[in-house]
């Protein structure tokens, strides 16, 4: 029996289900550095008539060769090659696969959806992610609702739909099409090393005050209170100011954002939360870490060089190679802004995320929805927790698996936020033009080189104008 505070697998994996649906319709994230669906706008898509043939629903061609393009981030990639790509080939076994891994999604891409020599599977995240939007719009997305509605691989009598988190079908869409599958479940906040604080005897900070108290405490010792990677991930940066800003004036600032809701870039809430983290910035950064990537800086926190990294719980695999056994990944919520935030303390980011999309346009649309099927068996979902040590949208698949220290903090953190789930940021996968400048400012604005109001003024023009565009397909979210 595990001691009362413990928490056992089963109900970490209860949580997680729970949760991700408790955050609301198209609550997803860009786990892993991916970019989310959703949406109300109508977008064309190519829609594939399910075969008769239980065991192939979707009629693949067993001879048909199939392309997969893997984003090789914080998942790396051997779970697609040495497990989902195997598991198609076994059902398949006259089918070549080709296997494509790389950190530039939209530059390899983007030139073969022009030509229209596309992979038949694509993993689309990391910084340089595509416009999902853009591709729905143009018709290179194939309709997931035959996938959902097909029967599982594991029990022929229950739909794909029926073995997942509900989350997954709500973040499916794009307009009213099911047109993005988001594989993982994941959680962003503040990490930290918690071996560190129990022999230091530092507490975790509640307040905005003990927050930066304790960068006090830090800087004596040499160590920074916080940092991001400048050059390869600032958008962290973003993430966690936009996650700031929904702490102190709720979850209706992101959706007013997304939205794009006259002046939202403008409220209070987000001028307060960019102007404290450019204040913890100037206090108790180092503007070197603008010049590191996300690996680089992720070594530094391993190092105990600082002490909270904004990222997501993908993050003990990432660095699981560099991880030295004194460290502990585990979670701290953002601390209290304001007397009145509100959220109150606990708040994390909980959604699902990493996004597979089929190209329509491709040579083997069929074996893509296919190869879906396969990730999302039980099989296929445990694999891939047992390598990434992440867990998927499949309800169950990791039972009975050892999770890592991060994972179990996570759970614990999701346990304490309760209903107070902070939203995701969609207009990152709506509007990617207003997502980049977004992060390019970040840069700027933690630099010190424009103002928090300078920051929200810049935005709130581009925001402006793509409201006005009216060749750009806008997106409606209730919650």
Same mark, same amino acid.
């Given at each position: 029996?595990?001691?009362?505070?413990?928490?056992?697998?089963?109900?970490?994996?209860?949580?997680?289900?729970?949760? +991700? =649906? $408790?955050?609301?319709?198209?609550?997803?994230? &860009? #786990?892993?550095?991916?970019? /989310?669906?959703?949406?109300?706008?109508? %977008?064309?898509?190519?829609?594939?008539?399910?075969?008769?043939?239980?065991?192939?629903?979707?009629?693949?061609?067993?001879?048909?060769?199939?392309?997969?393009?893997?984003?090789?981030?914080?998942?790396?990639?051997?779970?697609?090659?040495?497990?989902?790509?195997?598991?198609?080939?076994?059902?398949?076994?006259?089918?070549?696969?080709?296997?494509?891994?790389?950190?530039?999604?939209?530059?390899?891409?983007?030139?073969?959806?022009?030509?229209?020599?596309?992979?038949?599977?694509?993993?689309?995240?990391?910084?340089?992610?595509?416009?999902?939007? +853009? =591709? $729905?719009?143009?018709?290179?997305?194939?309709? &997931? #609702?035959?996938?959902?509605? /097909?029967?599982?691989?594991?029990?022929? %009598?229950?739909?794909?739909?029926?073995?997942?988190?509900?989350?997954?079908?709500?973040?499916?869409?794009?307009?009213?099409?099911?047109?993005?599958?988001?594989?993982?479940?994941?959680?962003?906040?503040?990490?930290?090393?918690?071996?560190?604080?129990?022999?230091?005897?530092?507490?975790?900070?509640?307040?905005?005050?003990?927050?930066?108290?304790?960068?006090?405490?830090?800087?004596?010792?040499?160590?920074?209170?916080?940092?991001?990677?400048?050059?390869?991930?600032?958008?962290?940066?973003?993430?966690?100011?936009?996650?700031?800003?929904?702490?102190?004036?709720g979850n209706q600032v992101i959706i007013d954002i997304d939205n794009l809701v006259d002046g939202a870039w403008l409220a209070a809430p987000m001028k307060q939360a960019v102007a404290a983290w450019v204040d913890v910035q100037s206090k108790y950064g180092d503007k070197s870490y603008f010049g590191l990537d996300h690996t680089q800086t992720q070594v530094k926190h391993l190092q105990n060089r600082l002490l909270f990294y904004?990222?997501?719980?993908?993050?003990?695999?990432?660095?699981?190679?560099?991880?030295?056994?004194?460290?502990?990944?585990?979670?701290?919520?953002?601390?209290?802004?304001?007397?009145?935030?509100?959220?109150?303390?606990?708040?994390?980011?909980?959604?699902?995320?990493?996004?597979?999309?089929?190209?329509?346009?491709?040579?083997?649309?069929?074996?893509?929805?296919?190869?879906?099927?396969?990730?999302?068996?039980?099989?296929?979902?445990?694999?891939?927790?047992?390598?990434?040590?992440?867990?998927?949208?499949?309800?169950?698949?990791?039972?009975?698996?050892?999770?890592?220290?991060?994972?179990?903090?996570?759970?614990?953190?999701?346990?304490?936020?309760?209903?107070?789930?902070?939203?995701?940021?969609?207009?990152?996968?709506?509007?990617?033009?207003?997502?980049?400048?977004?992060?390019?400012?970040?840069?700027?604005?933690?630099?010190?080189?424009?103002?928090?109001?300078?920051?929200?003024?810049?935005?709130?023009?581009?925001?402006d104008e793509i409201k006005k565009d009216s060749s750009v397909s806008k997106q409606i979210r209730s919650q």
């Amino acid at each position: 029996m595990p001691n009362p505070g413990e928490i056992t697998r089963r109900q970490l994996l209860r949580r997680i289900g729970i949760t +991700a =649906l $408790a955050a609301g319709p198209g609550a997803g994230l &860009l #786990s892993a550095c991916a970019t /989310a669906g959703g949406g109300s706008s109508a %977008a064309p898509a190519t829609s594939l008539a399910a075969s008769a043939d239980g065991k192939n629903p979707f009629g693949v061609d067993p001879a048909k060769p199939l392309e997969v393009t893997i984003f090789s981030g914080g998942y790396g990639d051997a779970y697609a090659k040495n497990l989902h790509e195997k598991a198609y080939k076994r059902a398949f076994p006259g089918a070549t696969v080709k296997h494509n891994a790389t950190q530039q999604i939209s530059t390899q891409l983007r030139p073969r959806f022009v030509s229209g020599d596309v992979p038949d599977v694509v993993n689309n995240s990391g910084p340089e992610s595509m416009d999902l939007v +853009a =591709l $729905a719009g143009q018709g290179h997305l194939a309709d &997931l #609702s035959v996938l959902f509605d /097909a029967p599982s691989l594991d029990d022929p %009598a229950r739909k794909v739909r029926d073995t997942l988190t509900p989350a997954v079908i709500t973040n499916a869409k794009i307009g009213d099409k099911d047109l993005v599958l988001n594989y993982t479940v994941s959680h962003r906040a503040l990490w930290y090393n918690a071996r560190l604080f129990a022999d230091k005897g530092w507490a975790l900070p509640k307040t905005w005050a003990e927050f930066t108290a304790l960068g006090e405490t830090a800087k004596q010792e040499g160590i920074l209170l916080f940092a991001y990677p400048g050059q390869k991930g600032p958008y962290y940066q973003l993430w966690n100011i936009l996650y700031t800003a929904a702490k102190i004036g709720g979850n209706q600032v992101i959706i007013d954002i997304d939205n794009l809701v006259d002046g939202a870039w403008l409220a209070a809430p987000m001028k307060q939360a960019v102007a404290a983290w450019v204040d913890v910035q100037s206090k108790y950064g180092d503007k070197s870490y603008f010049g590191l990537d996300h690996t680089q800086t992720q070594v530094k926190h391993l190092q105990n060089r600082l002490l909270f990294y904004p990222v997501g719980s993908w993050i003990e695999n990432e660095m699981a190679k560099d991880k030295p056994d004194d460290f502990e990944y585990a979670i701290a919520p953002i601390p209290d802004v304001t007397a009145t935030d509100k959220m109150p303390y606990g708040a994390i980011q909980v959604g699902v995320g990493e996004n597979f999309v089929v190209a329509a346009k491709g040579e083997n649309p069929q074996g893509g929805l296919e190869y879906l099927r396969i990730m999302l068996s039980q099989e296929g979902a445990r694999g891939f927790t047992e390598q990434t040590k992440n867990l998927t949208v499949v309800n169950g698949a990791a039972e009975g698996i050892d999770l890592p220290a991060a994972l179990k903090s996570a759970a614990k953190a999701q346990d304490a936020a309760g209903q107070n789930i902070i939203t995701d940021a969609r207009f990152e996968g709506w509007y990617k033009e207003l997502f980049d400048q977004a992060t390019e400012q970040v840069n700027r604005v933690m630099a010190g080189r424009i103002t928090p109001e300078e920051f929200c003024a810049n935005l709130q023009k581009r925001a402006d104008e793509i409201k006005k565009d009216s060749s750009v397909s806008k997106q409606i979210r209730s919650q």
